[in-house]
């Protein structure tokens, strides 16, 4: 048999090729993963400000309402307060017209 001497440079080539085409993969995939990591963040900080916003909201909600119904409450004291001594009157002249008679 006769010996030939077998030339590894098409080889090299194409592991070469295939190192790069490597590379950038594992280029493409750590940016992906850096804006699934980005995209992931910014819908955690979305949840979080969703759920602040619904809290304060809450608040002005329950602030308002509370302001209104101590308004109502006044009202309705000083209502009170006007026809008790409206009926207090009412009760003296009463008993004194029964005194009279």
Known sequence: ????????????????????????LRKDMADM????????????R??????????DIELMVKMELGGSLANIQTAIHNSL??????????VQRVETLENKF
């Open 81 to 90: 307060s006007r026809i008790e001594e409206s009926v207090g009157d009412i």
């Open 33 to 44: 993963m850096r804006l699934l990591n980005a995209t992931y963040e910014l819908t955690r």
């Open 1 to 24: 048999m006769a010996t030939e001497a077998i030339s590894l440079d098409f080889l090299a080539k194409q592991s070469k090729i295939q190192m790069d085409e490597m590379r950038l």
């Open 46 to 55: 979305i949840e979080r400000r969703e759920s602040e916003l619904r809290d």
